[in-house]
């Protein structure tokens, strides 16, 4: 399905739902893909590796060394949706270069989404996440570009929902942790968005489906 209303020389964005643990990443990330045509949703916590599960359900915080690995898998994923959109179309490999490159100063029509939920803490993460695989081919780099948006809430708020999911790897105990890791983005310095997420989710993700459709940039970071 067609999204109007939206800007970009590229085919697809992926638009990554990012915030520490209880901010409503796959909420928020879930309900903004069935706005966006129903788009693919990618949930980067399935990602993790089995030791990295384990390690965050012990209260232990994941490292960059435990990170990196887990960034690229997420990574491929985006790629792999926003490829298999632009295939299902028919928008050629060679049409998409054409339109980078005769409409690099005139944004075209946004039709086609991605939505992953992935925390992105830090600016090196999502700097990671918005560039296209080297290994992958030419035609590849140019199916997308690449949004952040944030959703921001109140640390008070974000323990009270952490203490009532118990069923989740990442507990209260982790939360001081990634607060101290988290970089905000900088609207100013990166493609990013933000929303106020105390407020009820279907304030959040009016404000969300607002904001990522009146997005306009030529490209990401």
Not at 58 to 80: A, F, M, N, Q, Y
């Amino acid at each position: 399905m067609r999204v109007e209303g939206s800007y970009s020389v590229y085919p697809v964005r992926a638009i990554i739902v990012m915030g520490v643990g209880g901010c409503g990443k796959t909420t928020i990330g879930t309900r903004l893909a069935h706005l966006l045509g129903d788009a693919p949703f990618i949930d980067a916590d399935a990602l993790h590796s089995a030791e990295c599960v384990e390690k965050m359900s012990k209260g232990h915080p994941l490292t960059d060394s435990d990170r990196w690995p887990w960034l690229g898998r997420v990574r491929e994923e985006i790629e792999k949706e926003a490829n298999k959109l632009v295939k299902n179309q028919d928008i050629p490999a060679a049409e998409t270069r054409k339109i980078v490159e005769e409409h690099s100063h005139q944004p075209s029509l946004r039709y086609l989404y991605v939505v992953c939920a992935c925390s992105s803490l830090k600016r090196s993460y999502r700097e990671l996440l918005s560039r296209s695989d080297p290994d992958t081919t030419a035609d590849a780099q140019t199916t997308h570009d690449t949004v952040f948006l944030h959703i921001n809430v109140n640390k008070q708020e974000l323990a009270r929902r952490l203490a009532v999911r118990p069923d989740h790897f990442f507990g209260l105990p982790m939360l001081d942790s990634q607060l101290e890791t988290l970089e905000p983005p900088d609207a100013t310095r990166e493609a990013a968005i933000v929303v106020q997420g105390n407020n009820s989710v279907d304030d959040v993700v009016k404000d969300a489906y607002y904001k990522v459709t009146h997005y306009i940039t030529k490209n990401s970071l």
